[in-house]
C-alpha cells in the first residue's frame, strides 16, 4: 500500500526559505519518479518539480532557480527546498508519483507567503 505524508509547510514572508518532507511507504518507491504539485483553492493542481529514480530534476518555470527536489531512496523521503518564496507560492503542497496516482494523494502541507 503506497501513503505519502507531506510536512514542513507554514506561514512565512516573502523571500524566506522552507523545506518540506514526504514521507513515503511502499515497495516501489526507489524506482517511481516522484514529483511535487501545488494547489490554490479554485485551481488546477499544478506540476511544481520532479525527481525520477536515478535523481534527473525537473521544474516548472515559475520555480527555476529557487525550489529543488531532493530524495533518498533509503530513507524513503523526497524534499522540497523553497527559497526566496513569493506570495504566488502559496498553495497546499502534495508529494505523488509522476504520473500522479489519483489514489496515493495525501492531506498536503499549507505553504502560505504573506507580507
Known amino acids: 500500500q503506497v501513503h505519502f505524508v507531506e510536512s514542513g509547510g507554514g506561514l512565512v514572508q516573502p523571500g524566506e526559505f522552507l523545506r518540506l518532507s514526504c514521507a513515503a511507504s511502499?515497495?516501489?518507491?526507489?524506482?517511481?519518479?516522484m514529483a511535487w504539485y501545488r494547489q490554490v483553492p479554485g485551481q488546477e493542481r499544478e506540476l511544481v518539480a520532479t525527481?525520477?529514480?536515478?535523481?534527473?530534476?525537473t521544474y516548472a518555470d515559475s520555480v527555476k532557480g529557487r525550489f529543488t527536489i531532493l530524495r533518498d531512496n533509503d530513507q524513503r523521503i523526497v524534499w522540497l527546498t523553497m527559497k526566496n518564496l513569493k506570495p504566488a507560492d502559496s498553495a497546499v503542497y502534495y508529494c505523488?508519483?509522476?504520473?500522479?496516482?489519483?489514489?496515493?494523494w495525501g492531506q498536503g502541507t499549507q505553504v502560505t507567503v504573506v507580507s
Open positions: 525527481v525520477t529514480a536515478r535523481f534527473i530534476t
Open positions: 505523488n508519483t509522476f504520473p500522479y496516482e489519483r489514489q496515493y
Open positions: 511502499g515497495s516501489s518507491f526507489s524506482r517511481d519518479t
